[in-house]
């Protein structure tokens, strides 16, 4: 079985530009998280959707935002990019989308502002 | 929030070492996940553990719940055992996993 896919693997914008990442769950898999990580940290949670409604919300600007389609695969857009933006976009599959379950995680986005 | 904080922060080791890592979190969790980051970036979960001790080959970590602690042990470690080792916790209600800042192993052949 495939594993959480995300889509682009690398992109390069400026500032200003808007950007759409994409990624498909693992199958069976109903819930998707979107996290932020920046070069030496860890990885900052952005999103939580689950059955097409949002869950869960970090603390990011509402340049960021999230969607989920009935296959259960996820898009994050980012608005108005900033320098900061650069990071790697990782997404996350779970089964339910409870807090007491076991995240997978896809190979990210790694998105570069300049 | 809670929070999480990883000891040491860096590691080098020389091929066939042992070693321990640390995980301190600042309140009660039900869900309580080890990582490995390899070079490319992507997430390997290693262990969910909670509570209690699991093993999984040359790796095998351990929870103390009611101490607010977690262990992650590498025995005889190997090159591919380098990358970041990620502790990620989340506590009652509908709340999403908190990273640690990790820890980042070398192993030197």
């Known amino acids: 079985d495939a594993g959480v896919t995300q889509s682009p693997t690398h992109l390069i914008k400026t500032r200003g530009q808007q950007v759409t990442l994409r990624c498909s769950p693992i199958?069976?898999?109903?819930?998707v998280s979107w996290y932020q990580q920046v070069l030496g940290q860890g990885p900052q949670f952005i999103f939580q959707?689950?059955?097409?409604?949002?869950?869960g919300r970090g603390n990011f600007p509402d340049r960021f935002s999230a969607r989920q389609f009935p296959n259960y695969s996820s898009e994050l857009n980012v608005n108005a990019l900033l320098l900061g933006d650069s990071a790697l976009y990782l997404c996350?599959?779970?089964?339910?989308?409870?807090?007491?379950?076991?995240?997978?995680f896809g190979s990210g986005t790694q998105l570069s502002v300049l | 929030g809670i929070q999480v904080e990883q000891s040491p922060p860096d590691l080098i080791l020389q091929e066939g070492a042992n070693s321990t890592l640390r995980c301190n979190f600042s309140?009660?969790?039900?869900?309580l996940q080890w990582f490995h980051q390899n070079p490319w970036g992507q997430l390997i979960n290693l262990f969910y553990?909670?509570?209690g001790t699991k093993q999984n080959g040359r790796l095998s970590a351990t929870t103390v719940a009611t101490e607010r602690y977690s262990l992650l042990y590498i025995s005889s470690s190997q090159t591919t055992d380098s990358g970041v080792y990620f502790c990620?916790?989340?506590?009652?209600?509908?709340?999403?996993?908190?990273f640690g800042k990790g820890t980042r192993l070398s192993v030197i052949a």
């Open positions: 996350a599959s779970s089964q339910s989308g409870v807090t007491n379950e076991k995240l997978f």
């Open positions: 199958s069976g898999h109903k819930s």
């Open positions: 959707y689950y059955e097409k409604e949002e869950r």
């Open positions: 309140d009660s969790v039900n869900n």
């Open positions: 553990i909670p509570s």
């Open positions: 990620a916790v989340a506590n009652s209600g509908n709340t999403p996993l908190v």
